[in-house]
Structures are given as C-alpha cells and as structure tokens.
C-alpha cells in the first residue's frame, strides 16, 4: 500500500461517514460531532464515578484549551452541562451532565450503536475481526506518529 492509498481510503472513510457534517453527528442525530464526543466523555466518566475537569475533557478530546471553552459554552448554553470551581484549587473547573446532557448522551449512545451494528452487519462475517484488527493498528499508528520527538534537553 502507498501513501497516496492509504490517504485516498482514510478520506474516503471520513467522507462517507459523514465526519464534516459539523451539525449532525453520523448517527444521524442533530448535534455537532464534537458536543456528541463531549458528552460521550462526561457520561462515560459520570458511569465510572469520576468527574472530569475542563483539562480532562481538553486532553480525552484531544483539542486546545479555547477550543474546549468554546465548546464547554456551548454545552452550558444549551443546559447540558453544569460547571463548578473547584473548592481545592480556583484554577479547576470541574463538569457534570444535566439531566437534559445525560438524556442526549443516553441517545446518542443507542443511535450510535445502531449506526455502527448496521455497519457491522454490511462487513462479511469472515473479515469483521480483520476489521476491527486494522483499525487498531491505525489508530496505534496515529498515537505515534503524533507523539512529539524527546527534546535534545531530555537525553542525557
């Protein structure tokens, strides 16, 4: 496989799932791809009995600090999420669901599941494994190709 191959099939891939729609998320639901991932973060965090910062939500997202104000806004705007200043250190803002975030993250858990079983059911039972195995392996790829390089400072 070439470079050019594997760029043609990862945006293919991108296109086709509808990951550019930045106001419906390819499940089909009418709400922009990165609350939906947002939401999905808190209430995976809530289910655990954790409760995330802004910087958690920053980091498992993976986008820049006014990026994720923007869009904790958003979320506040829309009565999804509640924010709290931390009582241990003022700097931390500390997220949790609203009722209305929960049942939208509740929601777009079951569309999204249907969205990925019908999928599944479209991949033939004998490569489905190979699938999900190659996925993996791009998505270890992606981890590190973006890490940084170690600084000439930090070998000694």
């Known amino acids: 496989m070439t470079t050019r191959e594997l760029r043609s099939e990862v ?31 808190l209430a995976e965090a809530e289910q655990a009995g954790a409760q995330l910062s802004q910087s958690d939500l920053r980091r498992a997202l993976g986008i820049d600090k006014s990026n994720v104000t923007r869009l904790i806004q958003r979320l506040r705007d829309d009565g999804r999420v509640e924010q709290d200043v931390s009582e241990e250190d003022g700097r931390v803002r500390h997220l949790r669901l609203t009722a209305a975030g929960r049942r939208m993250a509740g929601h777009l858990e079951e569309q999204s599941l249907l969205r990925f079983q019908s999928i599944l059911d479209a991949i033939p039972c004998a490569e489905r494994a190979a699938v999900v195995r190659a996925l993996h392996v791009l998505n270890c790829a992606l981890r590190r190709a973006t890490e940084e390089p170690p600084h000439a400072s930090d070998a000694t």
């Open 11 to 41: 945006r293919a891939f991108v296109r086709g799932f509808g990951l550019l729609d930045e106001e419906r998320t390819p499940c089909g639901v009418r709400v922009a791809p990165r609350e939906a991932h947002a939401l999905a973060v």
